[in-house]
C-alpha cells in the first residue's frame, strides 16, 4: 500500500481490495491487464469524438505507453497540451484537453483535472467505493486515537493504512 502524507489529518483506511491513490507526480495501481472503450468513460466533452481502446492512463507524458490515454493539465510552469504530439509519438490512443491539439483522437473538456480523478474512478472499478474510510480532527490526540484505532482494527483481522 502507497501512503500519502497529509499534515492537518490523520486518516485511517482499511481497504478490502487493491486501492488506487492519485498523487500530485503518479498514479499508483495495483490492477493489471485492464482496458475499456474510451467512450465508456463517460467524458464530460464539449465535442464528438471517435471511440478507442485504452489500457492506460496517464497526466506525464514519460508515463505514455501505447494505448495510454493522456490527459493534458496545465500547471504552474508547464502546459501538458504542449506534450500531446509527443504522447501521441509514443502511443497514445487519444488525449483529453482543454483546448484543441493537432495530433489523434481528442476529447475537449471544461476541467482536465476533474476528468483525470472521474476516468481513473471509472477505469479502476470506482475503488473508493471499496474503502471504509475513518477521519480523526481536533486539536490534540488525533495521532494517539489514530493509532489505538489502528491497533483494535488490525488485532480484529482487518487490513489497515494509516495516513498523517
Known sequence: MKVLNNRNRALIINPTHHPIAIVPTKVYHYVRGVTMRLKALDLEALNDFEDCEISDIAFR???????????CLRGVNFDGHDFAEEAF???????????????????????????????????????CRKLKLIAVTGTNGKTT????IKSILESAGHKVGLLG
Do not use: M, W
Not at 486515537?145 to 489505538?148: G, H, L
Open 61 to 71: 507524458v514519460e508515463d505514455v505507453k501505447k494505448g495510454s490515454l493522456f490527459f
Open 145 to 148: 486515537t489514530t493509532y489505538i
Open 89 to 127: 509519438k509514443r502511443g497514445a490512443a487519444a488525449c483529453v484537453c482543454e483546448k484543441n491539439v493537432k495530433e489523434g483522437i481528442s476529447v475537449l473538456v471544461k476541467n482536465s483535472r476533474r476528468q483525470l480523478a472521474l476516468s481513473c474512478s471509472a477505469f479502476y472499478s470506482h475503488p
